[in-house]
């Protein structure tokens, strides 16, 4: 067909044409699935758990300490006695289901059923971080956003400044402020990123490496869960 120049008969064959060869060349396929980039859990990770075998643990808590006094010679003691409290810890359930079939648990080339467990994994610790922070504490956990908290601070004007930062932080006892942290929403992170004090240093250090940024020495850490305006 060359030779005679019959161009009918001297098409080209075709990897990229199924009937003209592509038939002939099977796929390329890699046995895994190219997984997304989740979140990380903010809070858990920073957290004492407790693990617990029924649906409810009660913990002795410490209420009040004692009082000592300086005491002269012969002079009787003053008694001082610690007092307690309890705090009632209860489970709540958090579930996932995945159906799947016989024929594809035993021929799927990517091991299916460690990839579902994975991304379970991942979002059962995304819903755990949310519900820490916003839980209503109703067949769910109790979120920071419930609680009272005293040691709480109004901005002085329209407009976020350093001193807002170093006096939110001055609220917190001392005995706090070595293990404390900063979380805050990204909206927030931009905007104490541009924070600088009355000698035009910035209050935001970026973290080395796999390091979190700090502010007043205090990691930071991003939890978009928190609304913008805190």
């Given at each position: 067909?060359?030779?005679?120049?019959?161009k009918?008969?001297?098409?080209?064959?075709?990897?990229?044409?199924?009937?003209?060869?592509?038939?002939?060349?099977?796929?390329?396929?890699?046995?895994?699935?190219?997984?997304?980039?989740?979140?990380?859990?903010?809070?858990?990770?920073?957290?004492?758990?407790?693990?617990?075998?029924?649906?409810?643990?009660?913990?002795?808590?410490?209420?009040?300490?004692?009082?000592?006094?300086?005491?002269?010679?012969?002079t009787?003691?003053?008694?001082?006695?610690?007092?307690?409290?309890?705090?009632?810890?209860?489970?709540?359930?958090?579930?996932?289901?995945?159906?799947?079939?016989?024929e594809?648990?035993?021929?799927?080339?990517?091991?299916?059923?460690?990839?579902?467990?994975?991304?379970?994994?991942?979002?059962?610790?995304?819903e755990?971080?949310?519900?820490?922070?916003?839980?209503?504490?109703?067949?769910?956990?109790?979120?920071?956003?419930?609680?009272?908290i005293?040691?709480?601070?109004?901005q002085?004007?329209?407009?976020?400044?350093?001193?807002?930062?170093?006096?939110?932080?001055?609220?917190?006892?001392?005995?706090?402020?070595s293990?404390?942290?900063f979380i805050?929403?990204?909206?927030?992170v931009?905007?104490?990123?541009?924070?600088?004090d009355?000698?035009?240093?910035?209050l935001w250090?970026?973290?080395?490496?796999?390091?979190?940024?700090?502010?007043?020495?205090?990691?930071v850490?991003?939890?978009?869960?928190?609304?913008?305006?805190?």
């Open positions: 067909a060359v030779v005679f120049d019959d009918a008969t001297a098409k080209a064959l075709s990897e990229g044409t199924s009937a003209d060869g592509g038939y002939l060349v099977p796929n390329e396929f890699r046995a895994s699935v190219l997984e997304k980039l989740y979140k990380e859990a903010v809070i858990r990770p920073r957290t004492t758990v407790i693990p617990m075998t029924r649906d409810k643990m009660e913990v002795p808590a410490e209420s009040g300490g004692v009082t000592v006094y300086w005491t002269g010679e012969n009787a003691f003053t008694e001082s006695n610690p007092t307690f409290a309890q705090v009632v810890l209860n489970t709540n359930k958090l579930t996932g289901l995945s159906k799947m079939s016989r594809l648990f035993a021929d799927a080339t990517v091991n299916i059923v460690d990839y579902v467990a994975r991304v379970f994994a991942r979002t059962f610790a995304l755990e971080d949310k519900k820490f922070m916003t839980g209503t504490g109703t067949g769910e956990p109790k979120g920071l956003r419930q609680y009272t005293s040691q709480a601070l109004a002085a004007g329209a407009n976020l400044t350093s001193d807002d930062v170093i006096k939110l932080f001055y609220t917190l006892p001392v005995q706090y402020r293990r404390a942290v805050m929403h990204n909206y927030i931009k905007l104490v990123r541009l924070l600088k009355s000698q035009g240093r910035y250090t970026d973290g080395l490496n796999d390091a979190p940024a700090t502010i007043l020495g205090r990691p850490l991003e939890q978009n869960d928190i609304p913008i305006n805190l």
